[in-house]
């Protein structure tokens, strides 16, 4: 079945740059979802179709997606962004959705 | 304001049959054509997509539950329920209940209810 793999964790200072990766084969040919949860809380929508994002959703969140990599971008990250993200893609092979494992980001 | 809300039984014995029933308020579900999802979260752990079915009942299940997840859908009363079969400890989760934003199941979820606790124990 398809894999989806994402850092367990990752990193970064208020106001700087955050990248999230999502590998699986071919990825770059599937539509790519991300989702942002924090503890306690349902998962929330912030970017799908791989580049979109939902109203209300800051433009400091941005995706793309080539090869076997999709990313997820948070510019001038704050600490409200702290939470895990998942990305998602629609297997078209086995008519199923994936989720990725999961990357928890941590504002220092 | 739409809303979505999980309801069904907290605790279920080794064997038996889950089930939780999924309620839209504030909308309809025929309005604009949907579908209407089923993800669970063991706690500690990463989400996984269950299943998800249409406002006419065309549906999509992850075979990796082999058979044992039932979606049905009830636009009258603006419900759908999922049912999980013989379930053992692993099937312990939040289960949250999802729209998807379009009539494709190809859509994100882009509304989910609180999420439901179900402990599989004896």
């Known amino acids: 079945s398809y894999v989806l793999t994402q850092p367990p964790s990752v990193s970064v200072a208020p106001g700087k740059t955050a990248k999230i990766a999502c590998g699986g084969n071919?990825?770059?040919?599937?539509?790519v979802h991300w989702y942002q949860q924090k503890p306690a809380q349902a998962p929330l929508l912030v970017i799908y179709?791989?580049?979109d994002r939902p109203s209300g959703i800051p433009d400091r969140f941005s995706g793309s997606n080539s090869g076997n990599t999709a990313t997820l971008t948070i510019s001038s990250v704050e600490a409200g962004d702290e939470a895990d993200y998942y990305c998602q893609v629609w297997d078209s092979n086995t008519d199923h959705y994936v989720f990725g494992t999961g990357t928890k980001v941590t504002v220092l | 304001q739409l809303h979505l809300l999980e309801s069904g039984p907290g605790l279920v014995k080794p064997s038996e049959t889950l089930s939780l029933t999924c309620t839209l308020s504030?909308?309809?579900?025929?309005?604009?054509?949907?579908?209407w999802g089923w993800i669970r979260q063991p706690p500690g752990k990463g989400l996984e997509w269950l299943g998800s079915i249409s406002y006419s009942g065309n549906s999509y299940q992850n075979p990796s539950l082999r058979g044992r997840l039932t979606i049905s859908v009830d636009t009258s009363k603006r419900q759908f329920s999922l049912e999980l079969a013989s379930v053992t400890a692993a099937d312990t989760a939040v289960y949250y209940c999802?729209?998807?934003?379009?009539?494709?199941?190809?859509?994100?979820?882009?509304?989910w209810g609180q999420g439901a606790l179900v402990t599989v124990s004896s």
């Open positions: 179709d791989e580049s």
């Open positions: 071919n990825i770059g040919t599937k539509s």
């Open positions: 504030g909308g309809s579900m025929t309005t604009t054509p949907h579908f």
């Open positions: 999802s729209r998807h934003a379009g009539e494709y199941v190809v859509h994100p979820s882009d509304l």
